[in-house]
């Protein structure tokens, strides 16, 4: 049935209202490494579809790795299934205008399987299904995301050769690129800032703390937009973990905190963290090698985690201490009073990365344990070393049982397997550096 202005709900009015002015609507929704995918679809017929079965497409786009590859290990899709049709369903919540294109707007979908059930490949109902275990003891959580990227030029060089973090100078020199990212994202997502970090153009973006899912979807969107905006430009927006062999790296930093009724819970006790923030700690400690693939997803993220990187290089805690993986960051406000993981890449899928951080972190609530000793000064040789590779990862992601039974057995066997893809690619490739290093002196 169509919709009209007088017979729609309250809260679908402005909606209505606003398709009048476009011409499609972006149905968006992430696949497993967080690449943005979705459908244009015509405005006029964009209601009475998201309100009826929602938009077909094929699940096999949600088992697939990063060159597109199909993997048919999985278990949720396989040719055994036939790779069915799924279904994108708005949450028409999510509605935004396309800062890049005046007539058209984008909206975040939920997948369903052909039952109305949500599809366990989705990562969006991944992050779900753990808000779901958080609630079930009272809490809901806001999280910030911070994501690092590099502008270049399309071939990869660097178009602006400084690296100095902060420096408005350096942020002078990327525009006008910079200051068109900067207005795309405050119109797309909820930007708080962008700043240039410790690589030739490279820039840390900050989003608005607020509700986990909101803030996953607000990264998904960063992701696509940086992209759409340097491509205008002529340049190259990648989010690939370690472009440069001799400089910084980029990462997704989580800021993370646990609410109560709308009172923060993570609040200070005399000056220090109180019980369920030291459980929150105790749980993102103890799963955090087997959550770091969630995070970390690629070969290439793991050549960040070394000592003096500004990433982390072990499992360990402190306050404000950028040596560490966890930082406990208390304040005077207890709704400043929040945790920050360090441990995940630009790359990550913003869903699964969000999800395996409050995993552990349920986990941490139900175990009821505390941390070991905080730790000071320089860490980097503190602690059990972060999986030095992806290959170490998938091994210790696959055999927590704990995080399995948070995020879905299946759904953690099946990103695995997508990972794993990559990492057998990568054994198997002869690379220019193992040519120059032992053809001649084999």
């Not at 294109?101 to 909206?107: I, L």
């Not at 969006?124 to 079930?136: D, I, Y």
């Not at 995070?295 to 990187?309: C, L, Q």
């Not at 406000?333 to 929040?338: K, L, N």
């Amino acid at each position: 049935m169509t919709q009209t202005l007088d017979t729609a709900p309250t809260a679908e009015r402005e909606l209505i209202e606003r398709l009048r002015a476009l011409t499609e609507v972006e149905v968006a929704w992430s696949d497993p490494f967080g690449h943005a995918q979705g459908k244009r679809i015509p405005s006029a017929q964009f209601l009475d579809r998201a309100r009826g079965v929602g938009f077909a497409f094929c699940e096999a786009s949600l088992g697939w790795n990063s060159d597109g590859t199909v993997i048919d290990s999985l278990r949720l899709t396989n040719w055994d299934g036939g790779y069915p049709d799924v279904y994108a369903v708005p949450d028409l919540a999510t509605f935004r205008a396309v800062p890049w294109r005046p007539q058209a707007g984008h909206v975040i979908a939920d997948i369903v399987a052909h039952d109305r059930n949500p599809s366990l490949l989705d990562p969006r109902a991944v992050l779900k299904r753990v808000l779901a275990r958080l609630a079930s003891h009272g809490y809901t959580a806001k999280v910030g995301v911070e994501l690092e990227f590099y502008l270049l030029d399309p071939d990869g060089s660097p178009f602006q050769p400084d690296i100095h973090a902060y420096s408005l100078e350096n942020a002078n020199a990327l525009d006008p690129l910079l200051t068109d990212l900067y207005e795309t994202l405050g119109a797309f997502t909820r930007l708080e800032g962008i700043q240039t970090e410790y690589g030739p153009g490279q820039v840390e973006t900050n989003l608005v703390y607020t509700d986990a899912l909101e803030a996953a979807d607000d990264a998904a969107r960063l992701k696509y937009a940086a992209k759409e905006v340097a491509r205008k430009h002529g340049k190259l927006a990648t989010f690939m973990p370690k472009p440069f062999s001799e400089h910084s790296g980029s990462s997704a930093h989580l800021h993370i905190s646990l609410w109560r009724d709308e009172t923060p819970a993570f609040a200070a006790v005399d000056g220090a963290e109180n019980e369920l923030a030291l459980h929150a700690i105790a749980g993102l400690l103890e799963h955090l090698p087997s959550i770091t693939l969630f995070g970390a997803h690629s070969v290439n993220a793991y050549r960040r985690f070394a000592p003096d990187s500004f990433a982390p290089a072990t499992v360990s805690w402190s306050r404000d201490n950028r040596s560490a993986a966890v930082r406990s960051l208390v304040d005077a406000d207890p709704a400043a009073t929040r945790i920050e993981l360090r441990s995940g890449a630009s790359d990550s899928n913003p869903y699964w990365l969000v999800a395996s951080a409050l995993a552990a972190v349920v986990a941490g609530i139900e175990s009821r344990r505390r941390p070991p000793e905080r730790g000071d000064g320089n860490l980097y040789g503190t602690g059990t070393p972060l999986p030095e590779s992806l290959g170490v990862a998938l091994a210790l992601a696959t055999q927590d049982d704990t995080m399995a039974d948070i995020l879905g057995a299946d759904s953690v066997h099946d990103f695995a397997a997508i990972a794993r893809s990559e990492w057998q690619q990568y054994l198997g490739h002869v690379s220019d550096w193992e040519r120059r290093r032992y053809l001649a002196s084999s």
